[in-house]
């Protein structure tokens, strides 16, 4: 069992950058795809983005790609999500989460089996 714990949310300006990391124990991040997804208030949790095992490839949603970026530290086992020139709609819980055995870019829900407690992004007009 993977634990995951993200950080580095906040409130910050329009335009505004921030990054949040997901650290994570009992599994190393380069063995499986690590993502990030996000969550507004009464929306559906969604995709934002995701590393494939290795940190080879990324993939993103089309509404952060060009502003956010996806890296990981095997040394420090951790994750990271680099976003710049956020906008107000970006506001939302991030959360980190560990995706299936063999999967290469998962995007849905349901190809993740371990998720973190979510750190909050406020981005303010």
């Known amino acids: 069992q993977v634990q995951l714990v993200e950080s580095g949310g906040g409130l910050v300006q329009a335009g505004g950058s921030l990054r949040l990391s997901c650290a994570a124990s009992g599994r190393a991040v380069s063995s499986y795809a690590m993502g990030w997804f996000r969550q507004a208030p009464a929306k559906e949790r969604e995709f934002v983005s995701v590393?494939?095992?290795?940190?080879?490839?990324?993939d993103y949603a089309d509404s952060v790609k060009g502003r956010f970026t996806i890296s990981e530290n095997n040394a420090k086992n951790t994750v990271y999500l680099q976003m710049n020139n956020l906008k107000p709609e970006d506001t939302a819980v991030y959360y980190c989460a560990a995706a299936r055995q063999r999967l290469r870019l998962p995007r849905k829900l349901d190809e993740y089996d371990n998720w973190g407690q979510g750190t909050q992004v406020t981005v303010s007009s």
């Open positions: 590393i494939s095992a290795g940190g080879t490839a990324g």
